[in-house]
């Protein structure tokens, strides 16, 4: 896909790193068809119990039903543990999924997630655990199948008819973003300030990070794309390639879309994931299609950003290729370190506009601080108690309970089983922490 690069775009990453922050630290690859993998490490979570319980809250607020999980295991061959869950899910068939966490490393801690619509999950496994095995490496280990996974017919879906090609991790030489590729890739040229530009060497294509600015208003600058803010996000990607295609003289693009599925984001970011096929008129055909793309807040000006992060195979290679896409997708990353150091300089003259404003605030309002600061006091308190509460509702409903080990002087949330045989078995070291005690970011 021909789209615009460079760091004359640095603003779209600022985009990005709200987009970022709602996946939090896990890699996700996706089959479009329902599967899922999530991977990675788990932050703020320094055990295995804390890290599964922090993933089975996030799956919990995700649905809206608490998951309903199994015995936890050992991992047949590894030091992981893992717990099979379902999550109900009203007029429809519940979701499925295998949870794996092992620690590797004293305070860091690992997880993946393997899920899917419950009917699919028994012929789905085996192939996504393949595909998990080809790209997550926690400590050297590798996560054959469980004892209690059996295998099946192998699943219609396309994640079963291929599994990712090794990769390996490639970082732009201005260090504002990395990218895992098999070999025989390339990055191309116009990638740095977090976008990224890739393509393989059957006709495959990424394009990572990449901005579509447009403005909600009929006129102003030429350069920016002009188009009603709010719309359908599938409707505004195709609306805005092919806007891109008018500009510069191409035929407009052919769009076969068969899945678009919203994506969390922190508000007012709003994103999907899209699947489906396009040719893009460039004289190479249909292509497999997977792209997840955002809107940002309309600013100033009736401007706003577009971003993003897009994969594309020709259709004689893409059921191989699949898995790997997938992968690729998934491994995209952005050190917002660099951009925003870059953005930084390129915006200095209205940053310090900016500030000068912001000073002339600032001292307007010193003579009411003081008021406002015992306000806030209060409604910080009143906040925080809740979050003991919340914490502790979901400790209850989770089958959890903080304890707190006299030696390290640390706290740690375990699963009550785990947390009852440590209690009785050391009571002179390890104790139970009711809710006043709660450490703030340990314990809630």
């Known amino acids: 896909m021909n789209v615009p690069r460079g760091l004359g775009f640095l603003s779209a990453l600022l985009a990005f790193a709200t987009f970022a922050a709602a996946q939090g630290s896990l890699k996700i690859i996706e089959n479009g068809l329902g599967s899922k993998i999530a991977y990675g490490p788990v932050e703020g979570q320094t055990t295995e119990a804390g890290a599964m319980g922090a993933i089975?809250?996030?799956?919990?607020?995700?649905?809206?039903?608490?998951?309903?999980?199994?015995?936890?295991?050992?991992?047949?061959?590894?030091?992981?543990v893992a717990v099979?869950?379902?999550?109900?899910?009203?007029?429809t068939a519940p979701r499925a999924g295998l949870l794996i966490a092992t620690a590797i490393a004293p305070g860091h801690v690992e997880v993946a997630v393997l899920s899917d619509d419950g009917p699919r999950f028994g012929s789905t496994i085996n192939p996504m655990l393949k595909t998990l095995v080809g790209v997550w490496h926690p400590a050297g280990e590798t996560?054959?199948?469980?004892?209690?996974?059996?295998?099946?017919?192998?699943?219609?879906?396309?994640?079963?008819?291929?599994?990712?090609?090794?990769?390996?991790?490639?970082?732009?030489?201005?260090?504002?973003?990395?990218?895992?590729?098999?070999?025989?890739?390339?990055?191309?040229?116009?990638?740095?300030?977090?976008?990224?530009?890739?393509?393989?060497?059957?006709?495959?294509?990424?394009?990572?990070?990449?901005?579509?600015?447009?403005?909600?208003?009929?006129?102003?600058?030429?350069?920016l794309l002009h188009y009603p803010y709010g719309r359908d996000l599938t409707k505004t990607f195709i609306d805005l390639t092919q806007i891109l295609h008018q500009k510069r003289g191409r035929a407009p693009a052919t769009f076969e879309i068969a899945s678009s599925e919203p994506v969390r984001a922190l508000a007012p970011q709003r994103c999907t994931h899209i699947l489906g096929r396009v040719d893009e008129q460039d004289g190479k055909g249909m292509k497999e299609m997977n792209t997840v793309f955002c809107s940002g807040q309309l600013g100033p000006g009736g401007i706003y950003m577009n971003i993003g992060y897009?994969?594309?195979?020709?259709?004689?290679?893409?059921?191989?290729?699949?898995?790997?896409?997938?992968?690729?997708?998934?491994?995209y990353n952005v050190n917002m370190a660099v951009v925003n150091g870059q953005a930084s300089a390129i915006a200095k003259p209205a940053i310090d506009a900016i500030h000068a404003i912001g000073k002339a605030a600032a001292d307007r309002a010193a003579v009411e601080s003081a008021a406002h600061d015992r306000y806030n006091q209060g409604v910080e308190q009143r906040w925080d108690e809740q979050a003991r509460n919340n914490q502790q509702f979901s400790n209850y409903t989770l089958d959890q309970t903080v304890i707190e080990d006299r030696e390290l002087n640390a706290h740690g949330t375990l699963w009550n089983q785990t947390a009852d045989s440590l209690v009785r078995n050391n009571p002179d070291r390890y104790g139970y922490v009711d809710k006043p005690n709660f450490w703030k970011g340990i314990d809630y």
């Open 310 to 331: 897009y994969t594309v195979a020709p259709l004689q290679v893409a059921d191989r290729q699949r898995a790997t896409m997938a992968a690729i997708l998934g491994s």
């Open 84 to 91: 099979f869950f379902t999550v109900p899910r009203q007029g």
């Open 143 to 223: 996560h054959p199948a469980p004892a209690s996974t059996t295998t099946t017919k192998a699943s219609a879906a396309p994640a079963a008819t291929g599994k990712a090609a090794p990769l390996h991790e490639i970082t732009l030489r201005d260090q504002s973003a990395s990218v895992s590729l098999p070999d025989g890739w390339k990055i191309l040229p116009g990638s740095g300030g977090g976008s990224l530009y890739a393509e393989g060497p059957n006709g495959e294509s990424a394009a990572l990070g990449f901005p579509m600015l447009a403005v909600n208003n009929a006129a102003g600058n030429p350069q």
């Open 56 to 80: 089975l809250r996030g799956i919990h607020q995700h649905y809206g039903a608490r998951p309903q999980v199994g015995k936890i295991f050992q991992v047949r061959g590894t030091n992981s």
